[in-house]
């Protein structure tokens, strides 16, 4: 299994040292050691990192990886991209096959065991799965379900559920998501100018694909995109520890 670390979202770049949100230190250790470990129990074979080159140049991004995992693969971005979707193809080489994939954002936190919502994906003999959890803020990507919890649609930053999505996909088969991204893209079907990894998911519904939804409470799923979502969730993990 695969798993690519989406990572290059427009970080504010300033004349003093600003670290990126994945060098933030809680607990001992980096979000990116974190979420490293985290798709380590989650039985992930080869880590890849989409990592922007000005990152990499500042920071030495691609050397705190490979401290982390000496084996991932560092994908640099070299200028903006039109979003994730673009994003994640710049490693097509290493996810386009049958291997099973994860694309997952750096800044994205949840208190969930991977590897038990991956196998739940597998015993469903799902192509897709994803992770949902309860909001109508249209900063998020939305899944639209029938009566049987099927998805029928999937929208970006447009609530046509209260099931938001976690930055969490799962694909059974790389090549399913590097066609229907190239798909996405010869359609060009740009949302605000980018286009998103949902999108890639209503793609696989045209052609009749399985898709799983597993839903989390809110409380397991933590966004670190921001400083204030980084200050609360710190301020959160130090009142659980000074309540034991």
């Not at 386009?96 to 994860?102: F, G, R």
């Not at 409470?217 to 959160?236: G, R, S, V, W």
């Amino acid at each position: 299994m695969n798993t690519m670390f989406l990572m290059g979202g427009i970080h504010p770049d300033t004349n003093k040292e600003q670290y990126p949100l994945y060098l933030t230190e809680f607990n001992e250790k980096t979000v990116l050691e974190q979420q490293v470990e985290y798709t380590k129990g989650a039985q992930s074979q080869q880590l890849l990192f989409c990592v922007r080159e000005s990152e990499i140049k500042r920071f030495h991004s691609d050397s705190v990886i490979k401290q982390i995992d000496p084996a991932a693969i560092v994908i640099p971005i070299m200028a903006q991209t039109k979003g994730a979707i673009c994003t994640a193809l710049l490693g097509a080489e290493y996810i386009e096959n049958d291997e099973e994939l994860i694309l997952m954002a750096i800044d994205d936190f949840m208190e969930e065991d991977g590897a038990e919502i991956i196998n739940e994906f597998r015993r469903a003999n799902a192509d897709a799965g994803v992770v949902s959890f309860n909001s109508v803020h249209p900063r998020y990507s939305f899944v639209k379900t029938d009566k049987d919890g099927t998805p029928i649609e999937f929208s970006e930053k447009v609530p046509i559920s209260k099931n938001a999505l976690v930055s969490f996909y799962y694909f059974r088969r790389g090549r399913d998501f590097v066609e229907c991204a190239k798909e996405v893209i010869r359609k060009d079907n740009l949302i605000n100018g980018s286009f998103y990894i949902s999108q890639t998911l209503n793609e696989m519904i045209l052609k009749q694909k399985k898709i799983a939804v597993r839903k989390i409470c809110n409380d397991k799923f933590h966004p670190l995109k921001t400083e204030a979502q980084m200050a609360e969730y710190i301020m959160e993990l130090n009142d659980k520890r000074h309540s034991k």
